[in-house]
Nanobody, 117 residues
Framework: QVRLVESGGGLVQPGGSLRLSCAAS????????MGWYRQAPGSQRELVAT???????NYVVSVKDRFTISRDNAKSMVYLQMNSLKLEDTAVYYC???????????WGPGTQVTVSS
């Protein structure tokens, strides 16, 4: 089974930036659309950004124009550049395929993003 490992989270002030990375261990990475999810305390996990196999991106309204998702198929990596971070972006962030696709890999540990002054 494919293993996904997220990294790059941390503590940042409002208005700051972070770049998250997701490393996939399995094959067929380039054949899957991928996405970044987040789960805040007491909330369900939500999909915030997706990138297709061809690099077409889509975002939820709350992160549009602030977050940028990208992928490197040669390295089996997915990235999330997060700018102008807000308090409400605080969550654990995960990567995996979008719900409309078969699950690509086992859910990883996620990476904690905390936005606080």
């Amino acid at each position: 089974q494919v293993r996904l490992v997220e990294s790059g989270g941390g503590l940042v002030q409002p208005g700051g930036s972070l770049r998250l990375s997701c490393a996939a261990s399995g094959s067929l990475f380039s054949d899957y659309d991928m996405g970044w999810y987040r789960q805040a305390p007491g909330s369900q996990r939500e999909l915030v950004a997706t990138v297709t196999t061809r690099g077409i991106t889509n975002y939820v309204v709350s992160v549009k124009d602030r977050f940028t998702i990208s992928r490197d198929n040669a390295k089996s990596m997915v990235y999330l550049q997060m700018n102008s971070l807000k308090l409400e972006d605080t969550a654990v962030y995960y990567c995996n395929s979008p719900p409309s696709w078969p699950l690509y890999g086992d859910w990883g540990p996620g990476t904690q993003v905390t936005v606080s002054s």
